[in-house]
């Protein structure tokens, strides 16, 4: 049997009343609720409806009772969620509010249970899907309604092997089917917005926290010149103090697990590094040791600098372990809850900590991003964000977006119920204009700025990007692959008009898991010649003969340049 949360698993009826139909009674929105549910479902065909609001403003309500108008039509829904595993509380939801079959999609399931979910899917007794990415592909026999949850969210974006966009797709499968397609999200994906702006979706917002919550005060914290513990300043430990004295729970994000990003010889400077990449060893320390967070490679604890024998290496820098082990010896009475893929490897481990949490007991929780998806923590009135400049200064175009989207996420887990949250950034640019942007005007503001900065760079959204990457087991043999199939095609064909190329150039990490790698970049400024360029690449990739020695991909619109 698929993994099936049906309260009462009974044969199945078109279920076409709402006493049949909802387990508990719907909330009564608010006016931007009740627009939005509105705008949805009128008209019933296909089209796009970004709705951006605030963290705790009730999108999922929205959206719950959008599911039931449509379930009430006798169809059927499918809900799209960055990760089912992390946010049990979302399946939780739709337990309580819905008595009709709902079927849960995700990578747990066995072949057998995903066929079997296919099937009733197929069949119309599934009437609700939720599921990551690949649930886009299941079969509907009487589909309603598409929903994108958190659409910003870069896990619709499946990276390897068969590279597609989730978010894309269901565009593609909304206007098939000629259902709504809802998108939602407090930070919207600089694409969605760029969508919406031009017209082609529209776009609505919910810009108050729903039921008494309020929203959060951010506030600056310069660690300029500061003594930090563990990456902590001294005046956030004070207020991570008084907030524990109110007898409220803290979280803390460090998107950095492990004890120390890096181990170096304080004799020499000489770092651990990882032979089979171009990176350094993280420490860990429960379990002690190094490990690659780029290929797992996993070794003992150096005792001695591989370059000059001096016993005196020392950790730099804090991971989650190390501010975890900072925060238990200075608040010893308190329970610490560590989150991250360590911390929550075992089964049950994070079961288990989100129990504790949900006792709303005081608790400091500090952990990676994990910490930042939908979660709902009542009890949290402080936030605190260790590094607010980590991806301030990146290479990728993209630093800027992805960090004021975790900032901004992170930051909406403080203050959602009666009590009001803060939210303390640690910085060492408190003057960084998108940061002032950020918290003083908003998501918005900041992304309509950023998105004039891809315009004059010409950049996505405005031009489109594809990344031809490749790698092999020699050092210069990717690029060299590369270079021949620019040098065959800009010799024997012309360009598709509008397009623009750059590369081959080595990869940001060039060396990864043993491997060397290039890449090349094109930019095309409409779609239908970038993909007749791709089409040549792809004919000159056939004939090439080096095309056994390495290993290649097309990524059209890649999300990193990794
Ligand atoms: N109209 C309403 N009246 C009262 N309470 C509401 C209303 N709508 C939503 N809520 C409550 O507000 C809280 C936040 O709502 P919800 O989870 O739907 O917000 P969200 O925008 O999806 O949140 P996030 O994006 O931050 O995860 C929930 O506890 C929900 O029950
Ligand atoms: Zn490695």
């Known amino acids: 049997m698929a993994e099936s949360f049906a309260s009462h698993p009974r044969p199945y009826q078109v279920a076409t009343d709402s006493e049949t139909i909802l387990k508990e009674a719907p909330l009564t929105l608010n006016e931007e609720q009740a627009l939005a549910l509105y705008s949805l479902l009128n008209p019933s065909q296909f089209h796009t409806l970004l709705l951006e609001g605030v963290t705790g403003s009730g999108k999922t309500e929205v959206y719950l009772q959008a599911i039931e108008a449509i379930l009430k039509e006798g169809k059927q829904a499918l809900i799209l969620v960055p990760e089912i595993g992390l946010t049990p509380q979302t399946l939780s939801r739709f337990k309580a509010r819905f008595q009709v079959p709902v079927m849960a999609l995700h990578s747990g399931l066995t072949d057998r249970q995903r066929l079997d979910a296919w099937l009733m899917a197929r069949d119309g007794s599934a009437r609700i899907l939720i599921g990551t990415r690949s649930a ?24 390897e092997g068969f590279r597609y966009h989730a978010r894309d797709l269901a565009v593609l499968r909304a206007k098939k089917e000629d259902i709504p397609l809802l998108l939602t999200t407090a930070t919207p994906s600089l694409e969605s917005l760029h969508n919406a702006l031009d017209g082609r979706y529209q776009h609505l917002h919910l810009r108050q926290r729903a039921g008494n919550a309020s929203t959060p005060k951010f506030k600056f914290l310069d660690i300029r010149g500061e003594a930090l513990q563990a990456g902590m300043a001294p005046e956030l430990i004070h207020h991570i103090r008084q907030h524990l004295s109110a007898q409220t729970q803290v979280l803390i994000f460090l998107n950095r697990r492990g004890f120390s990003p890096s181990l170096i010889c304080h004799d020499c400077g000489a770092v651990n590094e990882c032979t089979r990449c171009d990176a350094r060893m993280t420490l860990h320390r429960s379990p002690a040791h190094m490990h690659c967070h780029h290929c797992d490679r996993q070794t003992p604890i150096p005792k001695r600098c591989h370059h000059c024998h001096s016993e005196d290496l020392r950790p730099s820098g804090a991971g989650t372990e190390r501010t975890e082990e900072q925060l238990k010896s200075l608040f010893p009475t ?35 991003q994990m910490l930042a998806k939908g979660h709902h923590f009542p009890k949290v009135t402080l936030v605190a964000v260790l590094d607010a400049d980590a991806g301030l200064f990146s290479a990728d175009f993209r630093g800027m977006e992805k960090t004021a989207q975790l900032i901004l996420q992170v930051a909406g887990r403080a203050g959602r119920a009666e009590l009001s949250g803060e939210v303390l950034l640690q910085t060492h640019h408190p003057d960084h204009p998108m940061l002032a942007a950020l918290v003083t005007q908003g998501y918005e503001a900041f992304a309509k700025s950023e998105l004039v900065l891809r315009q004059g760079a010409g950049l996505p959204p405005f031009h489109h990007h594809a990344l031809i990457r490749a790698e092999a087991s020699r050092q210069g043999w990717a690029e060299a692959f590369l270079r021949s199939i ?5 010799t024997h064909l012309s360009l598709p008009q509008g397009n623009h190329w750059s590369g081959p150039f080595p990869s940001p990490m060039e060396k990864r898991a043993g491997l060397f790698r290039s890449q090349m970049l094109i930019q ?12 040549m690449i792809m004919h000159e990739v056939e004939h090439n003969p080096m095309k056994n020695k390495v290993r290649w991909s097309i990524d059209v619109d890649p999300i990193d340049s990794y």
Do not use: Y
């Open 334 to 368: 308190i329970p610490v809850l560590r989150i991250d893929r360590d911390s929550t490897s075992r089964k049950h481990a994070l079961e288990n900590m989100m129990k504790q949490i949900h006792t709303g007991e005081p608790c400091i929780m500090i952990g990676t």
């Open 486 to 490: 620019r040098d065959a095609i800009e």
């Open 136 to 159: 886009i592909f299941t079969p509907m026999k009487n589909p309603g309604i598409i929903i994108v949850d958190e659409e910003h969210d870069p896990s619709f974006k499946q990276q």
């Open 524 to 535: 095309g400024r409409e779609r239908r010649h970038l993909h007749a360029l791709l089409r």
